[in-house]
């Protein structure tokens, strides 16, 4: 990877917006706020200043790192949509990170918290799927690995952008969100309002 490339990435998938701005193996800015709803609106003032800290512009760019999931099914789409748009916009790369990449470290079994005490996870040689945590417990201890099921890792965004880095040049389509169960949205039961011609 040349010294120089610069990668921004950032995510939206828990309970936070988080950016990272790299250049070969530096950081040169990075935040992650924690918040429950107004990603949509945060995210692009929150990229714009990690850009600005890290003495960066847009057109600057060589690659974009986007988390795709698993995880708040609303946060997936909002970091992915940015990713897709600015990706065609900027003509770079943008390069999908799963959840489980961004948390995984060496002697660590990776899970993305979900509600009502489950997680999703990917065992060895399996599909990623939504399961009960003890059942990831006892994954990681056959498997003899810490489990690490954090919500908001502290460096996130930095991980995206470093594992971006190392692809970007392989990437050959756009970032897709992974949702590995159904949105927690219903459709309205209502039916639509009547439109009468005036």
């Not at 706020?33 to 800290?53: I, N, S, Y």
């Not at 795709?68 to 943008?94: D, H, K, M």
């Not at 690995?145 to 470093?162: F, Y």
Request: with cysteine; aromatic share 4%; proline share 9%.
């Amino acid at each position: 990877m040349p010294s120089d490339v610069l990668v921004l990435g950032f995510d939206t998938s828990a309970a936070h917006c988080a950016a990272a701005l790299l250049q070969g193996d530096v950081i040169l800015a990075q935040t992650c706020e924690e918040m429950t709803r107004g990603q949509a609106e945060r995210l692009m003032p929150l990229l714009e200043e990690v850009l600005a800290k890290g003495g960066a512009t847009w057109a600057d760019l060589d690659a974009l790192g986007v988390g795709i999931g698993p995880g708040n099914f609303t946060g997936i789409r909002i970091a992915v949509s940015a990713a897709r748009g600015l990706a065609l916009g900027l003509e770079i790369p943008a390069v999908g990170v799963n959840g489980f990449e961004a948390r995984e470290h060496t002697g660590t079994f990776a899970a993305v918290p979900a509600p009502r005490d489950q997680v999703y996870a990917h065992p060895p040689g399996e599909d990623p799927r939504l399961m009960p945590l003890a059942e990831a417990h006892a994954i990681a201890t056959a498997l003899r690995l810490e489990l690490v099921a954090e919500a908001t890792p502290p460096h996130i965004a930095e991980t995206i952008a470093r594992r971006a880095a190392e692809r970007y040049k392989d990437a050959t389509s756009a970032p897709a969100p992974l949702y590995l169960r159904a949105a927690d949205a219903a459709p309205a039961k209502n039916a639509p309002p009547t439109l009468i011609d005036g």
